[in-house]
């Protein structure tokens, strides 16, 4: 893919930081959005923002943890805009517990979001990237993904899955000769209100 203009973009966590930066410079570049995040007045700022770009953007309330709505979304963002590009699942929380007194409540609240939240938005999207015929599947993984740090498990347990699993899908899509391929970000410490 050599230039966003006229793709189509699905973004999770589109309401603050990163996801609304990313749909803000998608739209700069011509690139219509498909914006989701459980925040929803933020989502709409979010959407007024990248509109000033005159690009084509929808909206959806969505937790990424919840598998039968994500799908419900991609499917309804091909229904919206006929076709999508690119997913980015970017949607992400964080918790800052040692591990000995993480309750498994814990646990279970930020793998549904930061693991499974990418699970079910690249399965989710993914036949329809391929139908695309130019398509790309962006994770949010950390740097937390790639090393460890102490009060971080909960994190670095979810951020280390999203990168073997984005790095596993990656490899596939190469083998069988996809039109799609699929890149996980590490991104270091950024201020955005996953660590407020």
Known sequence: MKSF???????????????RTLAVELAR????????????TELVRTAELASAHGVRVTLRRLDVANRADVFAWADEVVRDHGRVNLVFNNAGVALTVPVEHARIDDFEWIMGINFWGVVH???????????????????????????????????NATKFAVRGFTEALRMELEMEGACVSATCVHPGGIATNIAM
């Open 5 to 19: 203009k006229d793709k189509v973009a699905a973004i999770t966590g589109a309401a603050s930081g990163m996801g």
């Open 29 to 40: 570049r011509g690139c219509h959005l498909a914006l989701s995040d459980v925040n929803e």
């Open 121 to 155: 938005g690249t399965q989710a999207f993914l036949p329809h990237l391929k139908a695309s015929g130019d398509g790309h599947v962006v994770n949010t993984s950390s740097l937390f993904g790639l090393m460890a740090i102490p009060t971080q498990g909960t994190y």
